[in-house]
């Protein structure tokens, strides 16, 4: 039987770095990722025959635990029916028909292959419909990898970014603009000076690819009020957030805290495809028919609408529709992090903490972060050492002290107590 270490070494002979997605690695955290060869309900087995709770659930979509047996039978029925077709289904209907049902900022959704593809696709639909080249994009906030949005901030307030990714030239980003999560000034000087060129405005409304960062209701609201008066699209990246903070998302949230909110466009992925290959943007027909064929805004793929991964994200809705389950999930998760509180507090450390449905995260500090700088200042060795300690007694969080955890409906309140034990441990060690 190959080890971790074994099986790591031959992936780098072959694949970039060993792993087809770079925080997959363990870069940020040191040591040797590990190779799963199952999953079942809340646990990963590793190539070792070690078990881990696992607080990853593929980065978001596994909210009702791997192999749920509904699922399972959705999708080896629709196997049998045939793999891709390349021409309409019913089954895309009854998707489409079913996320329309839950998020009434949409009243037409295209669905594609990843939250990339989506994020993009949303941009350039949102330039296409204003007739406008400029965004705005907040540091700490990932949209996936197109060109447009690998940057980072200028060096001024209000000036355009920098490419931060190699092979992208400063062009593909001469349109994108950087702020500051949560940061009103920044805001209102991006609008003033750029507000007739604005196109849309992309934001995580609860950034999880910063850890777990809230947007303030202030500038969420603000932030409409902007994007209204300036003719700006405000495009709601829910890739993470979608049917997994609640049923209707985050801006389900927003909508409860902000009379009359909602978003222009939408994004989603990962818990929509129930952990297959899809992911899907959506907003009012007036934008939408923008799109090709009844517009003149480009966008297609060959595996878009795939049968077998809209059986999955359909067989995935129906069960996280059910009465009750955001409410059990939301609380397992909020004894998830309280639990994970308590055991710092015993230990003198302090532990800053929150959670929305099936979404967490903890930081090594005494008050919960407002934006990336704040993040990245908390303690990066003690969250390593943290994680390591963790993953040694058998809890698999995220490799990163910027990414946010899940939990599924698989996991007893028995899986929440271990883990609590371990960090109890982990704090003391
Ligand atoms: C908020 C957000 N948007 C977009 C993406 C990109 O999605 P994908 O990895 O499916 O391309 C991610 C991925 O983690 C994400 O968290």
């Given amino acids: 039987m190959a080890t971790n270490a074994q099986l790591f070494e031959r992936a780098q002979q072959v694949i970039p770095g060993g792993v087809n997605s770079p925080v997959r690695a363990f870069r940020a955290v040191g040591g040797t990722p590990r190779f799963i060869t199952r999953a079942e309900g809340a646990y990963l087995h590793d190539a070792e025959g070690r078990r881990y709770i696992d607080y990853i659930g593929s980065w978001g979509p596994m909210i009702l635990g791997h192999g749920h047996p509904a699922v399972v039978d959705a999708v080896q029925r629709a196997v049998r029916e045939g793999f891709s077709f390349g021409a309409p289904t019913e089954r895309e209907i009854e998707l489409a028909e079913a996320i329309l049902a839950l998020v009434p900022s949409m009243e037409q959704v295209r669905l594609v292959s990843s939250g990339t593809e989506a994020a993009m696709s949303a941009i350039r639909l949102a330039r296409g419909a204003t007739g406008r080249p400029k965004l705005i994009k907040f540091e700490g906030c990932y949209h996936g990898h197109a060109d447009a949005l690998l940057v980072k901030a200028g060096s001024g307030l209000a000036t355009f970014g920098h490419p931060t990714s190699a092979?992208?030239?400063?062009?593909?980003?001469?349109?994108?603009?950087?702020?500051?999560?949560?940061?009103?000034?920044?805001?209102?000087?991006?609008?003033?000076?750029?507000?007739?060129?604005?196109?849309?405005?992309?934001?995580?409304?609860?950034?999880?690819?910063?850890?777990?960062?809230?947007?303030?209701?202030?500038?969420?609201?603000?932030?409409?009020?902007?994007?209204?008066?300036?003719?700006?699209?405000?495009?709601?990246?829910?890739?993470?957030?979608?049917?997994?903070?609640?049923?209707?998302?985050?801006?389900?949230?927003?909508?409860?805290?902000?009379?009359?909110?909602?978003?222009?466009?939408?994004?989603?992925?990962?818990v929509i495809g129930g952990g297959m290959p899809l992911a899907a943007f959506g907003g009012p027909r007036a934008i939408m028919e923008h799109?090709?064929?009844?517009?003149?805004?480009?966008?297609?793929?060959?595996?878009?609408?795939?049968?077998?991964?809209?059986?999955?994200?359909?067989?995935?809705l129906r069960e996280i529709s059910r009465p009750g389950f955001f409410d059990a999930l939301s609380a397992r998760t909020r004894s998830l992090v309280e639990g994970l509180q308590g055991a710092a507090r015993e230990a003198g450390i302090a532990l800053a903490v929150d959670c929305e449905g099936g979404m967490f995260g903890f930081f090594l500090a005494h008050e919960l972060p407002q934006n990336y700088g704040q993040v990245m200042a908390t303690d990066k060795e003690a969250f390593n050492r943290f994680f390591h300690g963790m993953l040694d007694r058998g809890v698999y969080l995220a490799p990163a002290l910027y990414e946010a955890g899940f939990v599924s409906a698989a996991h007893t309140a028995e899986d929440i107590a271990a883990t609590i034990d371990a960090a109890r441990a982990a704090f003391a060690s």
């Fill in 291 to 316: 799109l090709s064929p009844t517009g003149p805004v480009y966008q297609a793929g060959t595996l878009s609408g795939n049968p077998v991964a809209t059986a999955c994200g359909l067989a995935t």
């Fill in 167 to 270: 092979g992208v030239p400063p062009e593909a980003v001469q349109h994108t603009l950087v702020l500051e999560y949560n940061n009103l000034d920044q805001l209102e000087a991006a609008f003033a000076e750029h507000g007739a060129q604005l196109a849309c405005v992309m934001i995580e409304p609860i950034a999880g690819n910063m850890n777990f960062v809230r947007a303030s209701v202030p500038f969420m609201t603000r932030l409409r009020e902007l994007c209204t008066r300036h003719g700006a699209l405000l495009v709601f990246d829910e890739v993470m957030t979608g049917f997994r903070v609640g049923l209707q998302g985050a801006q389900g949230l927003y909508g409860r805290l902000i009379p009359g909110f909602r978003p222009d466009l939408s994004v989603f992925g990962k």
